[in-house]
């Protein structure tokens, strides 16, 4: 196995453009969790879904939105780009939810807002 | 609201010398605390939690409830464990989970 895959490993988009990030969480997985990192930050939490429904969102706008689908892939929908959406954005894996899960991070995809 | 800090952003260390990587954190339930490292290059990798109470590469880490820390130590340090390192927290009730992790500190091993 792979790992957590996340595509694309790069992107430049403009202010006000929409972006969709994806993630393919390891084989066997069904939780993911998506998280922002600036850099010199710690990754900071925008979402957990699991099952195909939300179980965790951090505090971020209505402009960040998730979803995942019925083989477990996940994607990040962020609309009306700000510079300072300009991030790596993370996906991290795990076999279930809730405590004791341990979570897989995968590689992330690096955005820049110009 | 859940927090966790982490005082220091670099920690310089002689080999072989002591290793103690502060972290205080800030929660009113009962908390889930991991230690995520991110050696160069690779990606962010679990190192330890709390519940499992195990030694990983000669790190360990207690949850201290009194003081809120889950400071992270090694007796003597070793090159490879040049990193950044993660305190991170989990809370929430039910499946309904958030995760909070520190600024980080950048621990650096000098030969």
């Known amino acids: 196995d792979a790992g957590v895959t996340q595509s694309p490993t790069h992107l430049i988009k403009t202010r006000g453009q929409h972006v969709t990030l994806r993630c393919s969480p390891i084989?066997?997985?069904?939780?993911v969790s998506w998280y922002q990192q600036v850099l010199g930050q710690g990754p900071q939490f925008i979402f957990q879904y699991y099952e195909k429904e939300e179980r965790g969102r951090g505090n971020f706008p209505d402009r960040f939105s998730a979803r995942q689908f019925p083989n477990y892939s996940s994607e990040l929908n962020v609309n009306a780009l700000l510079l300072g959406d300009s991030a790596l954005y993370l996906c991290a894996s795990s076999l279930g939810s809730g405590r004791s899960y341990e979570q897989y991070f995968g590689p992330g995809t690096r955005l820049t807002v110009t | 609201a859940q927090r966790v800090t982490q005082p220091e952003k670099l920690l310089s260390v002689f080999k072989g010398a002591p290793v103690e990587l502060k972290c205080n954190y800030s929660?009113?339930?009962?908390?889930?605390l991991f230690w995520y490292v991110q050696y160069s290059r690779q990606r962010l990798q679990l190192l330890l939690r709390?519940?499992s109470r195990e030694s990983i590469k000669g790190f360990t880490a207690d949850l201290n409830k009194g003081e809120t820390s889950f400071h992270l130590k090694k007796p003597f340090a070793q090159e490879e464990d040049s990193a950044m390192y993660y305190c991170a927290l989990r809370g929430g009730s039910g499946g309904y989970q958030k995760v909070t992790f520190g600024i980080g500190t950048k621990l650096q091993v000098i030969p």
């Open positions: 709390h519940i």
């Open positions: 929660y009113s339930g009962s908390p889930e």
């Open positions: 084989s066997g997985h069904k939780s």
